[in-house]
Structure formats: C-alpha cells, structure tokens
Nanobody, 123 residues
C-alpha cells in the first residue's frame, strides 16, 4: 500500500507560481511512475502531467505544456509539480497518483491516489 500526501497548495495570483509536492510513504517510490491530475468544480478529473520511474520521460497535457514542470526526487520519495504563469482556469483540486505500469495519462490506470490539495488562482 502506498500513501501519497500532497502539499503546497493555496491561493496564488494569476501569472504567479506555485510548487506542489507529493510525499510517498514507501522507499520504493522509484518503482512507480507518478502523475498529477486535477479536478475543477463540476468537472471530471483531468490529466496534468506524468513522469517515468527514473525521471527521464515526462508527459504533459496540452493545457499546461510550457508552464508546468513535473519532477521527482526518488531519494526523498517526493514528486513535484512546478506551476508557472498560472491562469484562473488552473483552479482545481490537484491529485498525486502512482502507477505500477508505464507512464501514461489515464486516471483509470492509476493504482494509488492522494487525497488532493486545492489550488486557487485569483484573477
């Protein structure tokens, strides 16, 4: 069982930056591909970014490409999402997820989820 805990959310102004962290409860986090998803009020949970086990490969949703960066520190059992040039439409609850399989963007394939953290962008 893998427990994931997100932190770093909050209120940020449009155009600003925020860094989310996801701490994993296991030292074997390096055996999982990791991803971030988000869910805005009244909408479905959408893919944001994913990263391979070593960090060599990343995948981004078109809506965040060039603005967000996913990274990981396996020694610290932590995954990050650096959010730059945020927009009002980035407002959502952000979820960290772990996947035993290969890097991908489908929520249904994720094996473990964090409880989520709210990010609010004020315009």
């Amino acid at each position: 069982q893998v427990q994931l805990v997100e932190s770093g959310g909050g209120l940020v102004q449009a155009g600003g930056s925020l860094r989310l962290s996801c701490a994993a409860s296991v030292r074997t986090v390096s055996t999982y591909t990791m991803a971030w998803f988000r869910q805005a009020p009244g909408k479905e949970r959408d893919f944001v970014a994913a990263i391979s086990r070593t960090g060599a490969t990343t995948l981004y949703a078109d809506s965040v490409k060039g603005r967000f960066t996913i990274s990981r520190d396996n020694a610290e059992n932590t995954v990050y999402l650096q959010m730059n040039s945020v927009k009002a439409e980035d407002t959502a609850v952000y979820y960290c997820a772990a996947d035993r399989g290969l890097i991908e963007n489908r929520a249904a394939r994720m094996d473990y989820w964090g409880k989520g953290i709210l990010v609010t962008v004020s315009s």
